[in-house]
């Protein structure tokens, strides 16, 4: 079983940047297909970006294509989302998420993935 710790969120004005990163324990990442997922006040949680379990290939939410790249370093367990040109509508917890995978694929569903992190908050301000 692997654990998931984010940090990295904060306050930040529309069209700043901000890294989160996810500290994976317990388990080796590459074993991992990983994900990013947000969830602002009264929606439900939402897709962000996916990764591969070797990193190969990732997909995102039409949204923030453009504006966040998702990343790995598995020798360091680490799992990141940069996010560029912020907008106010970002606002949101952040959740890094991981899937048990065989299988080299993409993840979009909340449904999907075993394996959370308590997430970290990000607040874009106008």
């Known amino acids: 079983q692997v654990q998931l710790v984010e940090s990295g969120g904060g306050l930040v004005q529309a069209g700043g940047s901000l890294r989160l990163s996810c500290a994976a324990s317990?388990?080796?990442?590459?074993?991992?297909?990983m994900g990013w997922f947000r969830q602002a006040p009264g929606k439900q949680r939402e897709f962000v970006a996916a990764?591969?379990?070797?990193?190969?290939?990732?997909y995102y939410v039409d949204s923030v294509k453009g504006r966040f790249t998702i990343s790995r370093d598995n020798a360091k367990n680490l799992v990141y989302l940069q996010m560029n040109s912020l907008k106010p509508e970002d606002t949101a917890v952040y959740y890094c998420?991981?899937?048990?995978?065989?299988?080299?694929?993409?993840?979009?569903?909340?449904?999907?993935?075993?394996?959370w992190g308590q997430g970290t908050q990000v607040t874009v301000s106008s």
């Open positions: 998420a991981g899937h048990r995978d065989y299988s080299e694929r993409l993840y979009v569903g909340v449904s999907e993935y075993e394996y």
């Open positions: 317990g388990r080796t990442l590459s074993s991992y297909a």
């Open positions: 990764l591969r379990r070797s990193g190969g290939s990732t």
